[in-house]
C-alpha cells in the first residue's frame, strides 16, 4: 500500500432506515458483494454509508424521504476510518456524533470523515441526462477535496433561493436584490473557479481509465461551460430585465454544466450506449484516483448493480482497474459476471441481510 493506512468502513448500524427496522453488519476490509432481488434493500445499504459518511444521498434531496414508512426519524451509524460516527434524524433535524461527542456543523462532521466513490446504473445521466446530473457530480467531488467549496456553495444556494424569492415580486426591493447579487457574484466565482479546476484536473485520470475500461481508439474531452464564468457581475447587470420579467436568476453556477466529447463530438448525441457508458464509468473511475492523489487516501467505492449492464471485456477491465488500496462495497442481482475466487458474500433479501 506505499506506506497508506488502509481505510475501510468497519461496520453499519441501522434503525429505521428504508426497509431496515434494525441492521447491525461488521463489513469486510477490502471486499463484499451484497447479491439480492431488486427491492431487497441491497442499494439502501450503500446509500446508509453515503449518509454515513457524506450526509447526503445519492438517490434523493430530501433527507426525510430515507425513514421507513410512517417512522418519523432514521438513525445510521458505524465505525468508519477507526472513529465511531452516528448520524440521527429526529423531529425534521439531523443529530451529528463522532467518538460519542456531538458535532454541531455538518461542515466539521464532513472534515474529519473519509472519501466516496459511488457508481451505479444512473450514471449514464451523466452523459446524457440534464445538466443538473452533472452539477451534483461536480459539487459531490469538490466538497470532498475542498471543504471551503461546500460553505460557498450553502451560502449560494441561501442567496439563490432570498433573491428570487424577490424577483417573483412585480416590484422587488432593488436594494436587497443588489445586496443578494453581490452575495451570488462573491461566491459563484469562487464555486466556478474550483469547478473549472476540478473538471481541468480530472482531464487526465478520466481519459486513462477511458482508455483501460474501454481500450483504445475513443479520444474523451471534459470542457466548463459556466454560465456568467469569469465575468458574473457584468453577466448580472446585462440580463437584469429579462430577470425582472421571468421572475427568476438566469445565470451563475446553479446553471452551469461541462461538456463530454468522444473525437471532438458531443458524447450525448454521437456516443454508442456502451461508448457512453464507458465515459460515465470513466469519470467515477477518474474520480476516484483524483481523490486519492488530492487527499492521500484511497476512497471508498460504492458499486450499485453495474456489472449487469456491461459486457464482459468491460467487467473484467473495471475490477482490474479498481484500486486495490481501496475497499469495495458491491451489490449485484447475479454473481454470472464474476470470475476467479468469489469474495465474501452477503445475501439481502426483505431488508434482512444475511452473511453467507
Given amino acids: 500500500m506505499n506506506g497508506k493506512k488502509w481505510v475501510v468502513i468497519q461496520s453499519l448500524r441501522l434503525v429505521d432506515f428504508r426497509c431496515f427496522e434494525a441492521l447491525n453488519l461488521e463489513i469486510p476490509r477490502e471486499i463484499a458483494v451484497f447479491l439480492g432481488e431488486n427491492a431487497q434493500g441491497k442499494t439502501s445499504l450503500l446509500e446508509a454509508i453515503c449518509v454515513l459518511v457524506r450526509l447526503q444521498s445519492p438517490r434523493t434531496h430530501r433527507i426525510g424521504q ?4 410512517q417512522r418519523d426519524g432514521f438513525g445510521v451509524a458505524g465505525e468508519c476510518w477507526e472513529q465511531s460516527r452516528r448520524v440521527q434524524r429526529a423531529g425534521g433535524e439531523l443529530e451529528l456524533q463522532v467518538e460519542g461527542e456531538r458535532v454541531e456543523s455538518q461542515g466539521d462532521y464532513l472534515s474529519s470523515g473519509g472519501l466516496l466513490v459511488w457508481m451505479g446504473n444512473e450514471d449514464l445521466e451523466l452523459v446524457r441526462g440534464p ?36 424577483l417573483k415580486d412585480r416590484q422587488p ?30 482531464a487526465l485520470p478520466v481519459a486513462h481509465a477511458q482508455e483501460r475500461v474501454g ?6 474531452g471534459l470542457s466548463y461551460d459556466g454560465s456568467g ?44 450506449e456502451g461508448q457512453q457508458r464507458t465515459m460515465a464509468l470513466a469519470l467515477k473511475l477518474g474520480q476516484g484516483r483524483l481523490l486519492e492523489k488530492k487527499r492521500n487516501a484511497p476512497p471508498v467505492y460504492l458499486i450499485d448493480d453495474v456489472f449487469g449492464e456491461l459486457d464482459p471485456s468491460r467487467r473484467n477491465a473495471l475490477m482490474d482497474y479498481l484500486p486495490a488500496s481501496s475497499q ?13 475466487e468469489a469474495p465474501p458474500l452477503f445475501k439481502v433479501a426483505g431488508g434482512a441481510v444475511i452473511a453467507e
Fill in 229 to 272: 464564468f469569469g465575468r458574473l457581475a457584468e453577466a448580472f447587470e446585462e440580463v437584469a430585465i429579462k430577470e425582472r420579467a421571468q421572475g427568476r436568476t438566469l445565470i451563475g453556477p446553479h446553471r452551469d454544466d461541462f461538456i463530454l466529447t468522444l473525437d471532438g463530438r458531443s458524447a450525448a448525441d454521437f456516443g454508442s
Fill in 215 to 220: 481500450g483504445a481508439g475513443d479520444l474523451g
Fill in 66 to 69: 430515507l425513514q421507513r414508512f
Fill in 328 to 340: 469495495k462495497l458491491i451489490t449485484t442481482t447475479s454473481l454470472s459476471w464474476m470470475d476467479g
Fill in 173 to 202: 426591493d432593488e436594494e436587497q436584490v443588489l445586496a443578494y447579487t453581490r452575495l451570488l457574484v462573491e461566491h459563484g466565482e469562487e464555486i466556478q473557479r474550483s469547478r473549472q479546476e476540478l473538471l481541468r484536473d480530472l
Fill in 131 to 166: 445538466g443538473e446530473v452533472r452539477r451534483r457530480f461536480l459539487d459531490f467531488v469538490a466538497g470532498q477535496i475542498d471543504p471551503g467549496y461546500r460553505r460557498h456553495l450553502v451560502r449560494y444556494r441561501r442567496a439563490l433561493k432570498s433573491r428570487n424569492l424577490l
